[in-house]
């Protein structure tokens, strides 16, 4: 399984983006998939994480509210739309997908596993005026 994120770009504050995170390799059933941005200086940090049959979601608190993740298996893509943009979400966005953990654990993990997880590469977001 291969994971390619696509749709970041620079914003001005209040904007929108979508992100994408499109899986070659193998399907995205029964994974665990999430959303995860890192700014310079900064942790990683879960943003968004949703599971895959019952579709329960995750959101990191500072999101809450201005982003919507969502899933198509059938289209082995993972979506990220964010709305109302601050500076504070600039950052590098990082999708995962995990066999073993749901969507609070998968988001609130303290460090990636990547012998057990497949990441992308990222895709940059800058809200600036």
């Known amino acids: 399984l291969q994971l390619v994120e696509s749709g970041g770009g620079t914003v001005q504050p209040g904007g929108s983006l979508t992100l994408s995170c499109v899986a070659s390799g193998d399907t995205l059933d029964e994974q665990t998939l999430g959303w995860f941005r890192q700014a310079p200086g900064k942790e990683r940090e879960g943003v968004s994480c949703i599971a895959d049959l019952e579709g329960t979601k995750y959101y990191a608190p500072s999101v809450q509210g201005r982003f919507t993740i969502s899933r198509d298996n059938a289209k082995r893509t993972l979506y990220l739309q964010m709305n109302g943009l601050t500076p504070e979400d600039t950052g590098r966005y990082y999708c995962?997908?995990?066999?073993?953990?749901?969507?609070?654990?998968?988001?609130?993990?303290?460090?990636?596993?990547?012998?057990?997880?497949?990441w992308g590469q990222g895709a940059q977001v800058t809200v600036s005026s």
């Open positions: 995962a997908a995990d066999l073993r953990l749901g969507p609070i654990r998968l988001c609130k993990m303290s460090s990636p596993e990547p012998n057990v997880q497949v």
